[in-house]
């Protein structure tokens, strides 16, 4: 019996999220924007996609999450969820998937909390919402889930508000938020760019783990290469909203075989990307 085989098959067969040759345009000038981009990602699966700033990452993004801005528009391929193309959904269908099967943490998580309002009680709001829970019991999951993003004394940090938290602290309680519906892929866009260097080491363990205690799904967007090195299984390399590179991670860093991948790679290099390759001895 084939091992290899049977698990890459079982793999490509339990893909929760497929993106198929997407396209996207901007309807106000007709202008297609990312040209064609595809990957399969199952479950405790980490896909990254990197690239310069404008190069159609977080567009791809937000057609998966069914946000794109006025006027962009998916004229062309397919994004499925757990095999149902989500591309055409009407909206009062993407409120109902959104947070329930696919989620997302951003760069900048204080913008998206209400400053006069205690942290706890806007990450309880979702769970009252999404899970039609009631008061007490949307507390008590609240406390576990800020417990679940690694935050000590969650019962203190409920009660803060968000000028009371760091960076690190806030994102943390935005994860929490985002996985409060028990989304089975969560998009992280960014979500450690604003952060320093040991902070961002911090968020990405704690998606790491979240990851690998739960099968969550990871979509983690970064244009900082070394970010995706660390956890991802494949990496798309887009520029101009082309994939110019795609596969291992492991392959696609020791290999690249475009000039602007090895242009990533080279710019990282003084960062110490290499601390996240092991010698290649199987090569
Ligand atoms: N809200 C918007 N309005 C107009 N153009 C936009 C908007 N969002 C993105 N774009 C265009 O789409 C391109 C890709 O943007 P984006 O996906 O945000 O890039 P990335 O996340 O890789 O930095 C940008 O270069 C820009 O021209
Ligand atoms: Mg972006």
Same mark, same amino acid.
């Given at each position: 019996m084939s091992t290899v085989s049977t698990l890459a098959e079982s793999t490509v067969a339990q893909a929760v999220l497929s993106v198929r040759d997407l396209r996207i345009s901007d309807q106000a000038n007709g202008r297609e924007i990312v040209h064609g981009v595809s990957f399969d990602l199952a479950p405790g699966r980490t896909v990254g996609i990197v690239g310069? @700033?404008? *190069?159609g990452k977080t567009l791809t993004c937000r057609a998966a999450l069914g946000i794109l801005p006025v006027h962009f528009e998916v004229t062309g391929g397919a994004i499925e969820l757990d095999g149902r193309d989500i591309t055409g959904l009407a909206p009062a269908e993407w409120t109902a998937q959104r947070g329930s099967t696919i989620s997302a943490v951003f760069q900048? +998580? $204080? @913008?998206? %909390?209400? +400053? *006069? %309002?205690r942290v706890g009680a806007q990450v309880a709001e979702v769970i009252r919402v999404k899970k039609r829970a009631g008061r007490r019991a949307a507390r008590r999951q609240t406390i576990e889930l800020l417990r679940a993003v690694h935050l000590r004394d969650p019962e203190l940090v409920y009660g803060q508000y968000a000028y009371e938290l760091s960076g690190g602290m806030l994102q943390r309680v935005l994860i929490a938020a985002a996985i409060a519906a028990g989304p089975r892929v969560l998009i992280a866009d960014? $979500? #450690? #760019? $604003? %952060?320093d260097v040991t902070v961002q080491a911090e968020i990405l363990d704690l998606l790491a783990d979240l990851r690998d205690r739960t099968g969550l799904a990871l979509v983690l967007v970064s244009h900082d290469l070394a970010v995706v090195a660390q956890l991802c299984d494949e990496v798309l390399v887009l520029r101009q909203g082309e994939v110019v590179e795609q596969g291992p991670t492991r392959e696609v860093l020791h290999h690249p075989r475009h000039e602007y991948t090895r242009l990533l790679i080279a710019e990282h290099e003084q960062y110490g990307l290499d601390r996240f390759l092991a010698p290649e001895e199987d090569v």
């Open positions: 310069e @700033s404008g *190069s900048d +998580p $204080a @913008s998206y %909390l209400n +400053p *006069s %309002l960014e $979500a #450690t #760019t $604003a %952060l």
